[in-house]
């Protein structure tokens, strides 16, 4: 889950906004429409200090970037929004719609006038679509620099005493991008404290080492982060749970092929709610065989079409823990909010579905373009039923050719079989749901 590609627009060479001309009254101006599309479509990443390299918060700021912007903004790589058409609506979509482009490609080509300050709509400012306010903060104990090369899996233990046992949105907060490949924070129970607490005594150091997950057999996955991701708020009246005398767990993993060791003190910021109408389980979804080896994920050198699948059965007793937190009973069905998808540097595409029977699946999720640097969860409009008979399907396609491998040391790597693994140069192909009883 690392990477940072697709956040600079090509420098192609253009020249410099032209001026306006002050004869005529511009069709739009930077305070009256531009603002209100470049806060709620391109501030979400391009701010001070987020994974962006430049901001776009101002004026100044746009005027400064405003050569290179038309090129993305024509070609549809800014804004990125990896889902495919035709699958599903999801909230929060951050591509530009027709007028969007047409109000912003027609302001620049205008010179980008800036226009009066007076005539900002009300409500501008606002950098965020998902609105998002943390109650708590919690910290990594200690700073901890990775020690293995170039992958260090690290969970570190944060105790948790309330206030709220609620969790309805999170946001994590990376501290050092170079090295922070991903983050998953995990809930742990009062009962199961101990055993987290003596992974973490039995090694040197902040944490202790742990891979997949945080060495605890019902541990909850709470919230997660990867380049491309935003702040959450989970479905209205749904949350997960987190009981006072609990732990919060946070799983890092490391990767310093793009930097030297570098001390990290990553965070996540939750909001919480005193009850919840349905508890949410955020489920992943993969095939255990391609993980303990037993039906090898193999992804041979050079090869530039590779493709996995896999269906899981709801009655798996892998799903077990996850629906008895979710509060289903046998036959009951489930509501499906939200999905995501992740894969390494070789991905092209992965798909999550749901099959009924002999029916055409449905489409839950599809990434046509994998591109490493931008993963995300996406919230369904209409959350999908799922009936106890149903099953996930999951499929991801891989390119191993010479053509498409990760740049090391500033050369290509050379292609070699490649199967599930933790590392940044292995791959995976794994789902996650998010996850209530249907009423």
């Not at 909001?271 to 349905?278: C, F, M, N, T």
Request: a negative charge; charged letters at 20%; aromatic letters at 8%.
């Amino acid at each position: 889950m690392l990477g940072l590609s697709n956040c600079t627009p090509a420098q192609d060479g253009h020249d410099a906004a032209p001026e306006a001309d002050e004869s005529n009254s511009p069709t739009y101006t930077y305070w009256r429409d531009a603002k209100a599309v470049l806060d709620h479509k391109c501030a979400n990443c391009h701010v001070a200090g987020d994974i962006a390299p430049f901001a776009l918060t101002s004026y100044a700021e746009v005027t400064a970037m405003a050569p290179i912007l038309p090129l993305a903004i024509e070609a549809g790589t800014m804004p990125p929004w990896p889902p495919g058409d035709g699958c599903q609506d999801y909230r929060h979509d951050r591509s530009l719609a027709d007028d969007e482009r047409e109000l912003l490609l027609t302001w620049l080509a205008e010179g980008a006038p800036e226009g009066d300050p007076a005539d900002q709509p009300s409500g501008g400012d606002q950098h965020s679509a998902i609105e998002f306010s943390p109650d708590v903060t919690l910290t990594m104990l200690e700073p901890y620099t990775p020690t293995k090369a170039p992958d260090d899996y690290r969970c570190f233990v944060i105790p948790w005493d309330g206030p709220e046992p609620w969790v309805t949105g999170f946001r994590v907060v990376p501290d050092q991008r170079s090295v922070v490949h991903h983050v998953i924070a995990f809930a742990i129970d009062p009962d199961a404290v101990g055993t987290v607490e003596a992974l973490d005594a039995a090694e040197p150091g902040p944490g202790y080492t742990c891979f997949g997950d945080a060495g605890v057999l019902d541990a909850r996955w709470v919230g997660s982060w990867a380049p491309g991701g935003r702040a959450k708020m989970f479905p209205e009246g749904t949350g997960v749970r987190l009981e006072p005398g609990s732990r919060v767990v946070l799983q890092v993993h490391y990767n310093t092929s793009a930097s030297g060791p570098i001390a990290d003190q990553s965070a996540i910021e939750l909001s919480l709610a005193d009850a919840v109408e349905r508890p949410l389980v955020n489920q992943p979804v993969l095939d255990l065989g391609w993980v303990l080896g037993y039906r090898p994920m193999t992804i041979p050198a050079g090869d530039p079409d590779v493709t996995h699948s896999t269906e899981i059965n709801l009655g798996s007793p892998l799903w077990a823990f996850a629906l008895a937190e979710a509060g289903v009973g046998e036959g009951d069905d489930l509501l499906v909010h939200a999905s995501a998808l992740h894969m390494h540097q070789l991905g092209v595409r992965a798909r999550l579905t749901v099959i009924r029977g002999s029916a055409e699946p449905q489409c839950v999720l599809d990434i046509p373009r994998w591109d490493f640097s931008w993963q995300d969860g996406y919230e369904l409009v209409e959350p999908i039923r799922i009936h106890s008979g149903d099953k996930i399907g999951l499929q991801c396609w891989w390119d191993n050719s010479a053509e498409n491998q990760p740049i090391i040391d500033g050369q290509p790597a050379e292609p070699v079989d490649v199967a599930w693994g933790e590392g940044t140069r292995d791959e995976m192909c794994l789902g996650i749901l998010a996850l209530t009883r249907a009423d």
